[in-house]
């Protein structure tokens, strides 16, 4: 059974920093793109940041401008986004997906077919 957690979230001060983990487990971790996602109130789901099976490719969302980094540790099954210089507006819950695959790590959704219970990050005004 594939479970993909979250750790590290929290309420953070704007311009602050955190770091998200999700641990995966029941998979063959290196065949596997990760990405994260955010969710705010009321507003769909959106594409963070990705990561390819290997580490060497990663993608970002246009609104993240250098801010955040993605990465994975192969041996402990993680998959690491670092968020800095955080506004209100990162407010959201963010979440992990797992896409079986070699290639770019994609920005849809749908190409993800496990995804953890999320982690809160409020960034308040």
């Known amino acids: 059974q594939v479970q993909l957690v979250e750790s590290g979230g929290g309420l953070v001060q704007a311009g602050g920093s955190l770091r998200l983990s999700c641990a995966a487990s029941g998979l063959v971790f290196s065949d596997y793109a990760m990405g994260w996602f955010r969710q705010a109130p009321g507003k769909d789901r959106e594409f963070v940041a990705g990561?390819?099976?290997?580490?060497?490719?990663?993608d970002f969302g246009n609104f993240v401008k250098g801010r955040f980094t993605i990465s994975r540790d192969i041996a402990k099954n993680t998959v690491y986004l670092q968020l800095n210089s955080l506004k209100p507006e990162d407010t959201a819950v963010y979440y992990c997906?797992?896409?079986?695959?070699?290639?770019?790590?994609?920005?849809?959704?749908?190409?993800?077919?496990?995804w953890g219970q999320g982690a809160q990050v409020p960034v308040p005004t």
């Open positions: 997906g797992s896409s079986l695959g070699y290639g770019l790590p994609s920005e849809l959704t749908s190409s993800y077919d496990q």
């Open positions: 990561i390819s099976y290997s580490g060497e490719m990663t």
